[in-house]
């Protein structure tokens, strides 16, 4: 049980880093370019930035390198083995399940930064496992194993909620979720 927690959190770690990095390093020129879908609505919004993605990617694959280094260093063969593929694409792929979360928000009519439950906590896995499905499947299938899976469900939430609110209590963010 506890081994299966600490598994499915080092898996995580390059897919929970962009989120918050994105939301305190971003601003700047939309990835939508202020331009509207045909509804009249916008894209994906002012929240989606450039600069949050290239930010947040970036710090997503350099903590998955540092756990790549460490686990190799230190002989943790306990623990799932990250690559560089997956850091990669765990990253990447949470935020890309951030924007698609965000333009199907923007078609539904809600603004920026309106809650919409469930989207807003597992836009990150969702995006993340269907980049990971595409790309390297073989890592997936490997990694994510039932039990892992449902940890991961239940964790993902929580630490969603917990970063949330240091977020909005430092200011970083607008709201608690
Ligand atoms: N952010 C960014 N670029 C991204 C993702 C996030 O600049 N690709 C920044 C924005 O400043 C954003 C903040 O991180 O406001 C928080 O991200 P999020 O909660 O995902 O965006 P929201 O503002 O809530 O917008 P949306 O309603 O589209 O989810
Ligand atoms: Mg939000």
């Known amino acids: 049980?506890?081994?299966?927690?600490?598994?499915?959190?080092?898996?995580?770690?390059?897919?929970?880093?962009?989120?918050?990095?994105?939301?305190?390093?971003?601003?700047?020129?939309?990835?939508?370019?202020?331009?509207?879908?045909?509804?009249?609505r916008r894209l994906l919004g002012d929240g989606k930035t450039y600069r949050g993605l290239a930010c947040g990617v970036l710090a997503g694959i350099t903590v998955g390198a540092l756990?790549?280094?460490?686990?190799?260093?230190?002989?943790?063969?306990?623990?799932?083995?990250?690559?560089?593929?997956?850091?990669?694409?765990?990253?990447?792929?949470?935020?890309?399940?951030?924007?698609?979360?965000?333009?199907?928000?923007?078609?539904?009519?809600?603004?920026?930064?309106?809650?919409w439950p469930i989207a807003d906590q597992y836009d990150l896995v969702i995006g993340a496992f269907i980049l990971m499905l595409i790309f390297d499947p073989s890592w997936l299938l490997a990694n994510i194993t039932f039990p892992v899976l449902v940890i991961i469900l239940i964790l993902t939430p929580i630490l969603h909620r917990v970063v949330n609110i240091i977020g909005y209590l430092y200011g970083v963010k607008k709201e608690p979720w």
């Not at 600490?6 to 939301?23: E, G, R, T």
């Not at 971003?26 to 045909?38: A, E, K, L, M, V």
């Not at 924007?99 to 309106?114: I, N």
């Open 1 to 40: 049980m506890l081994s299966t927690l600490l598994s499915a959190f080092w898996i995580m770690v390059p897919a929970y880093v962009p989120n918050p990095v994105a939301a305190l390093c971003g601003g700047g020129t939309p990835i939508d370019f202020d331009r509207n879908h045909s509804d009249g």
């Open 67 to 115: 756990q790549i280094w460490l686990a190799g260093t230190r002989g943790w063969t306990f623990l799932p083995q990250h690559t560089a593929a997956s850091i990669v694409i765990l990253s990447l792929g949470a935020l890309l399940g951030d924007m698609g979360k965000s333009f199907v928000k923007r078609r539904l009519g809600k603004k920026r930064g309106e809650a």
